[in-house]
């Protein structure tokens, strides 16, 4: 609606997308490929390797974790709260994960170029970003839920 954009919120997302996802993107996608690569997975097999690794061992928990941490810290939560956000928001938020990063994923992992993967990744994630955002709304505080 008629609400003017959230600029802090806005800023919360930039700072975590850039400085904080992207980074550590780069050293995850760099692994994905040096596994495959060190085990000798298959061209066949290597799209699924990557995608379960990802989704089911670690990246998915992790990434999301740290987003809805990180968000919580930036909105001025304490330790306890961020890690009570975490718990609370991360099952629905890895359902969602899977029902939206396995397709872009396997496509991702099948058709694109290795050197061009996070890329994909990157640009992709400026949407689930904004799903988590929607999805995930800053508390309000209480002052404005006073009015």
């Known amino acids: 609606g ?6 802090a919120r806005l800023g919360r ?11 550590l993107a ?10 495959v690569c060190r085990f000798k997975i298959s061209t066949t097999s290597a799209p699924f390797v990557k995608l379960f690794m990802e989704q089911f061992v670690y990246w998915g928990y992790f990434s999301n974790s740290l987003y ?6 930036m909105e001025g939560f304490s330790v306890e709260d961020s890690i009570a956000r975490v718990s ?18 396997f496509l991702n992992f099948k058709f ?19 799903c988590l955002s929607l999805a995930f ?7 404005a839920t006073d009015d």
């Open 2 to 7: 008629d609400e003017p954009m959230d600029q």
């Open 26 to 35: 780069h050293v995850h996608y760099e692994f994905l490929e040096s596994f």
């Open 137 to 143: 709304p800053p508390a309000k505080s209480e002052a």
């Open 68 to 73: 809805h941490f990180c968000m919580a810290k």
């Open 88 to 105: 609370d928001r991360l099952w629905p938020t890895m359902k969602a994960q899977w029902a939206f990063w396995i397709p872009v994923q």
């Open 112 to 130: 694109v170029p290795v050197r061009h993967q996070l890329n994909v990744v990157l640009l992709t994630s400026v949407v689930w970003t904004a």
């Open 13 to 23: 997302a930039v700072v975590f997308g850039s400085l904080i996802h992207a980074p």
